[in-house]
């Protein structure tokens, strides 16, 4: 028997229920007991109308990914669509949770939509490098117009339900307690009526007056060039609109069908998909179950109210947790709320928040100067300068304030967390939370777990990062972490070929093309180069730049020249610089020509660092290193994080490419062992995962 479908009948419906946890995906037996159910209700003469609900806690959400890539074992999805659209009776669909992707296309294919009024929907395909495989393309126009279309379907967003009403997705509204019982009364009332099945198929008014207006499609991929850029599922996603509005519904059909197949053979999908599941893995800790007891997080204090301080705060307020926020002098805590303060203002006048919600969330932040302030928090967060002796001063100060039970967390991003642990009498209660600045957008969260940290404490950090919306990635101790740790090759690399003569424009570009938002040089000067180079002891080209007052974006000069639109422009100056710079420490002139070269000097190192951070056992899997530089550095999603790009070129050829560089370059080109050991056997990183 089917356990995932069952259905029952009364007063002429049936009610079919389908229940595949946790999230309903359509994998295999799920369209098998669908297809059984739907072909029992079209038979059956004591039916007049049918509803589709779904148990648990959300309606469909999508094709099983981890199916995508194998071939359909009937039925397929297009299969129960094409069903749909042939049902002799009235089908509505009852939504709660959220109706994504093929899930939402399921929906679509139905006469009706009834949904509860904290239902979502919508077609993320696009983040998994794909479009809508199932008529979505189709039949999203069809109800909302090209321009609408294309908005939804390439941004992927979800949309709520009243305005799924307003945008005419969605036929009614119900309550979140009786969607049920108003979707059984909302069909029994079609069957009364008659028995309509309306069939978005069969519409054309919304798409009537794009059919003249191909100028749509091409403005739309103009405006969103920067947007889409690495990413060919948009261009296709636009084909396939476009197909909905110049073919008939079939035509279109096979349109999609190709494109689909087309994004998901690509290796951005690929990369895309392996992101989706590497996020959730890296919330598996292998001695941490759900046995674990944790720790009811519900007062948190944060000390320091500078730029980490005030993001890592605004994270708690934003989650509904009251915070206690502690400085050293009144300015330092005033200028620190006053930023907080701002932010949300800011947000509000974009009208992503009311000023209700600004209020209160500042109702949930104490300032205070006193460190005794903490006594009753559930979890401290030190976010003070790097400095071992300042954090061992704190720590142990809180060592006498805190209460018993209460976690205390350091925010360091490079400094020993065992000692900052030894300098309280309690370090099972110190694990290290690493927050990537801006603290309250980006969502990478490092756990950092000392030697002593004990296992409720690195399951309640854990849990506590999905409930403020982080994902969090298990880090062993070592200096830098993950993320930072692994980057850091690709910045002395960019530094040593800009010393050998390589253009700085060159090496920005070739990160650029790659898909990063922007090259190394860019990035120091958007962070400010007396920011980054604060601690240079030696002559370098930064510290040069900051004493002639090149301090980057800000001063409209860095390594750069920016022009009024802060766009950046070769610098004479630096140029001539990093000439002096070379000369006074006998570099010699040997650019590195070519991209791909260029390419593999500043990223194979990053691969090197990720295989020593692995085979040291600082992260516990390859797809968490992937994690951490994606979210924590913005690694392009459409290569899948350095590991899974290294995969996807071949360990064997990088190990031989970084032995041609080690002869050239020298030691930091040496493969590790485990590099060495997974391409002498044939594997890659994700073997391992
Ligand atoms: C598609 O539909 C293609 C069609 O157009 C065309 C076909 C021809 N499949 O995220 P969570 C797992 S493409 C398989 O932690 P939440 C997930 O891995 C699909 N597994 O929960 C996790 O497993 P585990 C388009 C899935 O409450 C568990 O469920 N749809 C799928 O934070 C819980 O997930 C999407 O892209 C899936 N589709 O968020 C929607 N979805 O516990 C993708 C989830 O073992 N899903 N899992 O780690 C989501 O966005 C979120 O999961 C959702 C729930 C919002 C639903």
Redo the contacts with the bound molecule.
Sequence with gaps: MNQTASSSITEGVALIMLDNP??N?LSTPLRQGLQSELAQAFRDDQVHAIVLICAG??FI??????E?GQPWQPP???DLCAMLDAAPKPVVAAIHG?A????F?LALACHYRLVAASARMG???V??G?L???G?TQRVPRLVGAEAALDIITSGRQIKAKEALSLGLVDAVADDQSLQAEALAFARQVAAEGGAKPRIRDRTDAIESDRNRPDIFTTFAMANARRFKGFPAPAAIIEAVQAAVTLDFDDGLAKEAAL?ERLLASPESAAQRHV??AE??A?RVPDIGPETPTIDIAAVGVIGAGTMGGGITMNFLNAGIPVTLVETSQEALDRGIATICRNYEATAAKGRMTAAQVEQRMGLVSPSLDLAALADADLVIEAVYESMDVKTNIFARLDRIAKQGAILASNTSFLDLNRIAAATSRPEWVVGLHFFSPANIMRLLEVVRGTATAKPVVATAMRLAKRIGKVAVLSGVCDGFIANRLLAPRGTQAEAMMLEGTPIDEIDHVLVDYGFAMGHFQMMDLVGLDVIGRNATERTVMGDLVAAGRLGQKRGAGYYDYDQKRRPHASDLTATLIKEIAAANSVAHDPTAGDAAILARLLYPVVNEGAKILEEGIALRASDIDIAAVLGYNWPVCRGGPLFWADQIGLDKIVADMRRLEALHGETFRPAQLLVRLAEGGKRFGDRS
């Design positions: 946790p999230v995906a806690r959300t959400a999508g094709a099983d990914i981890t995508l397929s999805l297009p959220t994504l992707g093929g899930g296309e077609l993320p395909e983040n998994l794909l809508p495989g199932a979505g689909f989706f599941f959730r893995e919330a």
